[in-house]
């Protein structure tokens, strides 16, 4: 047991805790002190309170005393600030929010408080979780951007402010910030996890995510946030789900893997792309069975699709806003919501029976193969803290609801961090993390930002 306890991860923090070889106030200390030392630098928090803090690690300690070990039971975590918490600040990224108190929770929070997990505080988050970027800086290169619009949930992971934390996606809002902070990041398929309490921007593109040190850990905090919730009719029943235990156990023979040439895969720089081919050497050492393959034409479209419905519906889900605080708004906000709201609604609905269709091609090409290998990102973090990057790698995924996993898979000539994206068919999150688990452990990403 390391005597820094704030670079454990999350399965190493639940063993011990209830092993009682460190108490949940002792572990909460270290990350406050540890945020303390360097968040003036990373500014990954948009809200935090360290005394409410250390009084809810007291309240799991007592728990634990007193024979009560709830799943996560004194595991701090971090909020991406759209994510109701009851009581504490909801800023959005945005002045307008700046005095939002809310009333409850949102579903996930209260499924994590459920489960005896430690709210340490709210993440920060690009405007409206859209383009326009918050404070937070990447903990690998304080002059290079974490990523959006969940980058201080990425940065907080990946700078062991928390050893996970949550964000969204409604293009590639989890899975790019885990690439260029070099975590994990897992979206779950859509519908798994409730979006009740969290902002809306797009109700068909909307997706929780977990940031995380490892698979195994953002498993365990997806099987937490997993179920139904009444205030959102999107959201699947329980006996729909994947199995509860979603940590990821060994698979018995290696994977079949396909390597993707998706749309934008034009982009992708010298780094990444050599890391990428790299690492599916390195899988195929290893024994798994690597296949390239094409989509087909109609994906060329998927991202105009993506567009189409994300800026329908954001025009709708902000409008009422904009036109009572247009002058505190962005400028990317607005233009959003004013090219969103000429889109004519058979324009969107064409998009909608187009989506379908793509789903449907996924699903079908998924079932020859475990996972899809595609990079997450054009390659390093850009070095530029006036925009988050590209999420065009994420686009296509997103659209379909498919689950999708980051994986930190190399370092790029800068020395900032390269992912591997792996994309399963759709309410497989099983077989997908399984699948990550082990090419996680082929790759053996080992590094961490400096000064951690």
């Known amino acids: 047991m390391p005597d820094a306890l704030y670079l454990l991860g999350v399965k190493e923090i639940i063993r011990g805790l209830r092993e009682g070889r460190f108490s949940g106030e002792e572990l909460a200390r270290q ?9 003036p630098e990373i500014e990954a928090w948009a809200w935090l309170d360290p005394d409410a803090a250390l009084e809810k690690a007291r309240a799991a300690d007592r728990r634990l005393r007193a024979g009560h070990p709830a799943a996560l039971a004194g595991v701090p ?45 709210k993440t920060v988050t690009a405007e409206l979780a859209y383009m326009t970027p918050g404070k937070t800086r990447n903990p690998w ?75 195994a850990d953002a498993a365990i905090v997806a099987s937490v946030l997993i179920g139904h919730s009444q205030d959102d009719p999107d959201s699947l029943s329980d006996f729909a789900l994947v199995p509860r235990d979603l940590d990821p156990k060994p698979l018995f023979q290696p994977p079949r893997l396909a390597t993707v040439r998706a749309p934008a ?51 709708r889900s902000f409008a009422a806003l904009q036109a009572q605080q247009r002058d505190r708004l962005g400028a990317d906000i607005n233009r959003l919501i004013d090219e969103g709201g000429t889109i004519s609604e058979a324009a969107y609905h064409a998009a ?39 999420p065009a790698f994420c686009t296509i995924w997103t659209l379909c609801g498919a689950p999708a996993l980051s994986l930190p898979a190399g370092l790029g000539s800068h020395g900032l961090p390269l992912g591997l994206q792996l994309v ?16 996680a452990e082929q790759i053996d990403f080992r590094h961490r930002p400096p000064e951690i």
């Open 31 to 39: 990350c406050l002190a540890h945020i303390a030392r360097r968040n």
């Open 265 to 315: 895969g034009h982009l992708v720089d010298n780094d990444q792309q050599e890391n990428f081919n790299q690492n599916i050497a390195r899988l195929r050492r290893a024994g798994a069975a690597v296949e390239p393959v094409v989509l087909s034409e109609d994906f060329a479209r998927a991202h105009d699709v993506h567009r189409t419905i994300m800026q329908y519906e954001g025009a």
């Open 141 to 215: 290169n304080p002059a290079h951007t974490p990523g959006g619009s969940s980058s201080g949930s990425a940065a907080a992971v990946a700078a062991r402010f928390v050893p996970a934390a949550l964000g969204t996606q409604t293009n590639g809002s989890v899975i790019r910030p885990a690439a260029f902070c070099g975590v994990v990041g897992y979206k779950p398929s859509a519908g798994l996890v409730s979006r009740s309490g969290i902002l809306k921007f797009s109700q068909t593109l909307d997706q929780v995510g977990v940031f995380a040190r490892g698979v």
């Open 424 to 439: 399963g068919e759709y309410l497989q999150d099983e077989r997908l993390l399984r699948v990550a688990q082990w090419c």
């Open 352 to 390: 909608l029976e187009s989506r379908t269709r793509l789903q449907g091609e996924l699903t079908a090409l998924l079932r020859r193969y475990d996972v899809l290998l595609t990079p997450p990102a054009r390659g390093e973090a850009p070095a530029t803290l006036a925009s988050t990057g590209d």
């Open 77 to 121: 975590l971090g909020i991406k600030d759209i994510i109701d918490i009851r009581g504490v600040p909801t800023r959005m990224g945005s002045p307008v929010f700046e005095d939002y108190l809310p009333a409850t929770s949102a579903h996930a929070v209260r499924r994590l408080e459920e489960a005896g997990a430690l709210m340490l505080g």
